[in-house]
């Protein structure tokens, strides 16, 4: 999966989604955000750009972005929202949409998500909504969104019910993935996006995951071409599962190892701070080997090894490492059924054969994962 245009060839990196008549940059380098107002120009024409942002991005970034954009005439707005994973909710977006028509953006704007995960989910929602859709830019300044979800094209917001469960497929017209704002992400924050750059090497991509071995403590240290290569390779793994799968029909389901169950438990957990999401899937890819080595498909080896790589990253790997009072497992069913990937009532689960192995399986039984479930919660807490 890895990329034929990575760090080593020199920055910025650029990959390619491939939509047909959709398709898009992804640009991955240094010194992006300064340049954004030219490379979106370049790349998507005039346009006036309407910003989509949280508070915590705001005091680092958005004076960069909004000085660019205006010196150019392009700027139409910002809408500056609360972070957190709470944030997506049908009143926010209802905030961000009436903000976009008050800009005055028309269907020829842009809107330009500057953020994390939380921010391009929602901000890409509501482009799509707005005017019945306009263009957005993902302009990502966290890790876990560099890596992947501001590729792709999908956009939600979080229910009661579960995370995600309302939103739409709508691919941005170009990424900017300045490697350089992760400087100001916030040590946790950072550990939890490297477990969505862990997932590709597991489910695809054997190599990249021994990389990822042996290069630990250079990304760790924001070392730049490590972290380049990582994001690049990252990307272009996720682009070409979207390029053959873009509405998750079937092989894009695999970007879901470990997401299963850590939407349960981010669910569980009230989307809080208690429970990031990296760190939610982190815990979701080692409960996924676990029980693949249950049904007799993976070696205890591989299980061992993902589990003590995840762990060095400084990432929880078991139930019980989330803050008091921990989750039953009938509660986490309740909710994993709820999940978007469930078909005839039987929940889709992304297990392996390996590492670097994976596949969709919708053939065990709710029961087996519920004793599962309660089981590992039982082992943890002795």
Not at 222 to 232: K, R
Request: proline share 3%; aromatic share 4%; charged share 20%.
């Amino acid at each position: 999966m890895s990329p034929g245009n990575t760090a080593s060839a020199g920055l910025p990196a650029t990959v390619r989604v491939n939509l047909g008549e959709r398709s898009y940059n992804v640009l991955i380098g240094t010194g992006l955000l300064a340049g954004a107002a030219e490379l979106i120009h370049a790349s998507l024409g005039a346009a006036r750009c309407a910003i989509v942002t949280d508070e915590n991005v705001a005091k680092h970034h958005l004076g960069t972005l909004e000085k660019a954009l205006a010196a150019l005439g392009r700027h139409a707005g910002t809408a500056v929202l609360p972070p957190g994973e709470a944030t997506k909710s049908f009143a926010s977006l209802a905030r961000v949409c009436e903000r976009l028509l008050d800009m005055g953006l028309e269907r020829g704007g842009l809107v330009v998500a500057l953020g994390g995960g939380v921010i391009g989910d929602l901000a890409g929602l509501a482009a799509s909504l707005v005017r019945r859709g306009v263009r957005f830019v993902q302009v990502p300044t966290t890790l876990l969104a560099q890596v992947d979800s501001s590729v792709g094209g999908k956009t939600g917001i979080n229910t009661p019910q579960g995370k995600n469960l309302v939103g739409t497929f709508h691919q941005p017209s170009l990424v900017l993935a300045d490697i350089g704002l992760l400087a100001t992400l916030p040590a946790r924050e950072y550990r939890a996006g490297y477990a969505e750059a862990a997932k590709y090497g597991l489910l695809a991509d054997a190599a990249f995951f021994a990389w990822l071995e042996q290069n630990a403590r250079a990304v760790a240290a924001h070392e730049t071409d490590a972290l380049a290569h990582v994001v690049a390779t990252s990307v272009a793994g996720k682009a070409a599962i979207v390029a053959r799968d873009e509405t998750e029909t079937g092989d894009r389901m695999l970007l879901n190892l470990g997401h299963t169950f850590g939407h349960a438990l981010e669910a569980w957990a009230g989307y809080s701070e208690r429970l990031l999401h990296g760190e939610a899937v982190a815990i979701g890819i080692c409960l996924a080997f676990e029980l693949s080595r249950e049904l007799g498909l993976v070696d205890a080896a591989s299980v061992a090894r993902v589990t003590a790589h995840l762990a060095a990253a400084g990432l929880p790997t078991r139930i019980t490492d989330i803050p008091a009072p921990g989750p039953d497992a009938a509660g986490l069913m309740a909710i994993m059924g709820q999940d978007k990937k469930v078909r005839d009532g039987r929940l889709t689960l992304i297990l392996v054969r390996g590492i670097g192995v994976a596949f969709v399986s919708r053939d065990v039984e709710a029961a087996r994962v519920q004793d599962f479930l309660a089981r590992r919660i039982a082992v943890e807490r002795i």
